[in-house]
């Protein structure tokens, strides 16, 4: 059985279609933030507390942020699967994407200049950015993909089921913004459930770790 590193397996399923399930998305987004609804409620907490201070500090706040965010954005998706593996999370668990700090940094400077020049630019190539690199954070994150590989490999797997991740993203901003109206306090249900519903479909489409061949196209779908 021929075992291949994590970068080729990732461009294997690139190059595949695959079958998009929104309702488990939900569903299993749903069960994992249930299992730790207190801890990921917390790590919400101190995300929403480091941006709402670094905004009040000019210019070097910007900066800060910069740095700060990509990797606490990170920690969501390193929590949530240490939450899955081991049904059981520690605080600590959610700042472990700092390890790779440099990668997401320039990952979240990078692409934020991306989707800001597509609103620049008639708004619709902004949007199909936005969803196009859905899947980034998690590649540099679990797959240790450099930035740039990330973004390219990111659009290259969602832009085959766009409109399927374009609608599961409306339904986790509707949702995000239904958690607003009680003094925002349901943002520390839905922050969470969102990243862990995108982490499920990640885990669904890409999955982890150095695998066989054989096991890889076990959910690709066919281009005949």
């Not at 939900?26 to 790590?43: H, I, M, Q, T, V």
Request: net charge negative; aromatic share 16%.
């Amino acid at each position: 059985m021929e075992i291949i590193d994590q970068y080729s397996r990732i461009k294997r399923i690139s190059e595949n279609e695959y079958s998009f399930h929104f309702e488990k998305y939900l569903s299993e987004g749903w069960n994992l933030f249930r299992k730790a609804p207190l801890l990921l409620a917390l790590y919400t907490l101190i995300f929403l507390c480091v941006i709402t201070l670094l905004n009040f500090i000019p210019l070097i706040g910007a900066i800060v942020s910069a740095i700060v965010i990509p990797i606490l954005i990170g920690g969501f998706y390193v929590g949530i699967k240490k939450l899955d593996d081991a049904n059981s999370v520690e605080i600590g668990d959610f700042f472990e994407s700092s390890d790779n700090w440099l990668q997401l940094f320039v990952f979240g400077v990078v692409s934020g200049l991306l989707v800001s020049l597509g609103y620049l630019l008639l708004v619709l190539p902004g949007i199909w950015f936005s969803v196009a690199i859905l899947f980034g954070y998690p590649l540099v994150v679990f797959a240790k993909i450099e930035f740039w590989d990330s973004i390219k490999i990111s659009a290259k797997i969602i832009n085959k089921k766009w409109f399927n991740f374009f609608g599961l993203v409306i339904v986790l901003i509707l949702i995000n913004i239904v958690g607003t109206i009680p003094v925002g306090l349901g943002l520390f249900i839905t922050i969470p459930f969102s990243f862990a519903t995108i982490y499920a479909c990640y885990k669904d489409i890409v999955g982890f770790g150095i695998t066989a061949e054989r096991d890889i196209t076990d959910h690709l779908v066919d281009d005949l």
